[in-house]
């Protein structure tokens, strides 16, 4: 073990960061192992590079030049239409013929909804009373069932989450999926700095430590054995979304056929911003090359420039449903994963003179859409908010739970409404407390297909099944 300690020790003082061995003599033989062990896995070079973006040395990436993204729109020409109904095709050639696997970024905790827990496991049918999770569960189900193939599910998790993330998993017999078919995998942490470049601690041996955000998804696909596994299955494409979005389509035949018709490597949904001063990036070119423009990036004059139509020249919404390759994965890990880093400052609990106090400090993340650049060919499609995006990151007002089951409710109510079933006694909101299982419909049209159904009753709601 002194081997390894003066190895060690030698490292940290070389990148500045001695600090780490202050409370080394008042610490147990077992905290000394587990502290040892935590440096061992920091990456002193990285974390040089970080120190040096937080204090300015090495520049952000941003650029200047923004042009808006072409977009297959919503509102479609005879020939969009003509290029809608052969990408269908594609698409559910694709999906009936096992092509397609499914990547979920489940590395949250809903601690902000008032849950202890994963975010996937926080209940939000509003009839139901199904789990994020168990939603998406059974719309993979859905997808199997249709197109008679497994689902493959890689699902994402974190360092705080994965074990009860697994258990959840286990605990609901995987929600009717096989378990063969599920593969969890769990993204890198990196150490958060104070502003003097110092590694922060979470305890006298734990380094505090955050998630590489979710363009660490595509870094941890490749090195838990998801890569190996997805070409192992003959995968070509993965659709991937995030847990807190229940309306996601994850076997969307239209979207993965203009991926493979357009010869794509990754590709985008996007909705209508619902004005310009929505918080949220879009989808356009910076100096030439998609990528997703955060909110904070584009000058105001942009942020409100209108096409001769009157709608937002910058109005592509990003809502993170993407489809990647497998391969281009794969081409993005070789010699590591190759994404710029972003830094947020955030006033974090930690480890100060021998006990927890708030303190100001940096994380750093990665994002996924950053590999859009790198993408020679690539879809951006736009769908309709109320169909497909109403995710849960806050406990009230906007994007809450209470938000997202109303859209539910909202949507389901037009299905019902559509085939003249009576709808259930509407709430002091005028809400119709009414939900459709996944297992029985995705969309109106498969609804109305399926003809008449006996809602089951749940108190004062309906759940179609």
């Not at 991937?240 to 985008?268: I, K, R, T």
Request: proline share 5%; glycine share 10%; net charge neutral.
């Amino acid at each position: 073990m002194r081997a390894r300690e003066d190895r060690l020790r030698s490292a940290a003082l070389a990148a500045g960061q001695e600090h780490l061995f202050r409370h080394w003599t008042s610490l147990s033989e077992a905290s000394r192992a587990r502290l040892l062990e935590e440096i061992e896995g920091i990456d002193f070079a990285l974390v040089g590079h970080h120190r040096a973006l937080a204090s300015g040395e090495v520049a952000a990436h941003k650029q200047s030049a923004f042009t808006p993204a072409d977009v297959f729109p919503l509102a479609r020409s005879e020939a969009h239409h003509a290029r809608a109904r052969e990408a269908e095709q594609r698409g559910i050639e694709a999906l009936s013929r096992g092509h397609v696997g499914y990547l979920l970024v489940a590395g949250g905790q809903a601690s902000r909804l008032g849950y202890e827990g994963p975010k996937g496991a926080y209940r939000i049918g509003p009839v139901s009373d199904w789990s994020l999770f168990e939603i998406h569960a059974r719309r993979l189900r859905a997808a199997a069932a249709r197109y008679g193939c497994p689902a493959p599910w890689y699902v994402m998790t974190s360092r705080g989450n994965d074990a009860q993330t697994r258990e959840f998993f286990a605990e609901h017999g995987y929600f009717g999926l096989d378990a063969r078919d599920v593969m969890f995998f769990s993204q890198s942490m990196v150490p958060a700095l104070d502003f003097e470049g110092r590694i922060l601690m979470s305890a006298e041996d734990r380094l505090f430590l955050a998630p590489n955000g979710h363009g660490g998804s595509l870094e941890a696909f490749a090195r838990s054995g998801a890569l190996d596994d997805a070409r192992r299955r003959g995968l070509r494409h993965l659709s991937y979304f995030q847990v807190d979005n229940p309306l996601a389509p994850p076997a969307d035949p239209l979207f993965l056929g203009l991926h493979a018709l357009e010869g794509a490597s990754m590709s985008s949904k996007v909705v209508e911003k619902r004005d310009a001063g929505e918080k949220v990036g879009v989808i356009g070119r910076v100096d030439g090359k998609l990528s997703c423009i955060e909110y904070t990036d584009l000058p105001s004059e942009l942020r409100e420039a209108r096409d001769e139509h009157g709608k937002l020249r910058f109005g592509a919404g990003n809502i993170a449903l993407h489809v990647l390759d497998v391969e281009f994965i794969g081409e993005l890990n070789r010699g590591g994963l190759q994404l710029p880093w972003h830094l947020a400052r955030k006033s974090m609990e930690v480890w100060e003179a021998g006990a927890l106090v708030k303190k100001q400090g940096v994380k750093f993340e990665t994002f996924v859409f950053d590999a859009l650049e790198k993408s020679e060919r690539s879809v951006t499609l736009e769908v309709a908010r109320q169909r497909e995006f109403s995710p849960v990151k806050n406990s009230a007002g906007e994007d809450s739970p209470a938000t997202t089951r109303a859209d539910l409710c909202r949507l389901h109510a037009q299905w019902v409404r559509s085939v003249g079933l009576p709808l259930p006694e509407a709430d002091e909101s005028g809400l119709h407390p009414v939900e459709v299982d996944p297992l029985l419909a995705e969309d109106l049209e498969t609804f109305v297909a399926r003809g008449r159904h006996r809602p089951e009753v749940r108190g004062r709601g309906h759940l179609y099944r």
